[in-house]
């Protein structure tokens, strides 16, 4: 089978796992560090014709990571393609084992065994702290409801403010964001590249983590560590 990842985490769970599907992958598909296959371009704006000219026999894509005219346009050009969208740990880690055993994986991979046990052995969350989950400025964007990284955060003890939103990516003003009196203001460095001086300056006194956005995010061998890297991390805050 010959596979074009269009998501960077299946991308690292594919390697991973059947070690030479992989015949493309987008110039974000950074893990493994040492992939060599053709890029076809960014997550949001791959290039078709590349990708064809691949002969894929599948093409992963995700709803929130790609566009859906690609998704569209592909699938009119006859390339089988495959859209994941999981919300949740739980239908991550569903969506990663039925995807890998389709690919035709023997048994499920050690990673993803280790990650079922790192999420289902964490400790009773304790009273959870209300937080603010910006993902972008200019404007600013942050977590709403029914998103995967919400529900990771929830495991962890962190509150969104904003969970119980319509939309599942506000854009509230900064004011807002302040008047909403967070005690924990949550800053990954991706989508948008938060660091301790790109972020934190704007919410002056209130405690401010900043999180591995892959740890956050990803779902692939990542989330076998990610309990314990984002629970480091937000103890910083």
């Given amino acids: 089978m010959r596979v074009v990842s269009l998501v960077p985490s299946l991308t690292e769970a594919v390697a991973a796992t059947l070690p ?20 076809v371009g960014g997550s949001k704006y791959p290039d078709l014709d590349r990708i064809r000219a691949l002969r894929p026999d599948l ?12 998704a569209t346009a592909l699938a009119a050009a006859g390339v089988p393609i495959r859209v994941t969208y999981p919300r949740t740990v739980d239908g991550a880690l569903t969506e990663l084992a ?8 023997p048994a499920e991979p050690d990673w993803l065994a280790a990650a079922r046990r790192a999420w289902a052995g964490l400790p009773p969350t304790p009273v959870a702290r209300r937080a603010v989950v910006p993902v972008w400025r200019r404007p600013w964007v942050v977590l ?5 990284a ?16 319509p939309e599942r990516y506000p854009r509230p ?16 460095d991706e989508p948008y590249r938060f660091t301790r001086d790109d972020g934190p300056e704007a919410f002056p006194g209130t405690p401010c983590a900043l999180l591995s956005g892959r740890h956050l995010t990803w779902y692939g061998p990542s989330l076998a560590e990610a309990p314990s890297v984002l629970a480091a991390q937000l103890a910083t805050g």
């Fill in 20 to 39: 030479g599907l992989l015949v493309g992958a987008t110039d974000w598909c950074t893990h493994p560090a040492d992939l060599d296959v053709p890029r």
């Fill in 144 to 148: 709403g409801a029914d998103t995967f």
């Fill in 173 to 188: 003003s900064l004011e807002q964001l302040r008047a909403d009196a967070p005690e924990l203001v949550v800053l990954p």
């Fill in 59 to 70: 093409v992963l894509l995700n709803i929130e990571e790609n566009r859906r005219e690609d």
């Fill in 98 to 105: 039925d995807l890998l055993r389709d690919l035709g994986a």
């Fill in 150 to 165: 919400g529900d990771v955060l929830r495991r962890l003890g962190v509150s969104n403010i904003y969970a119980d939103q």
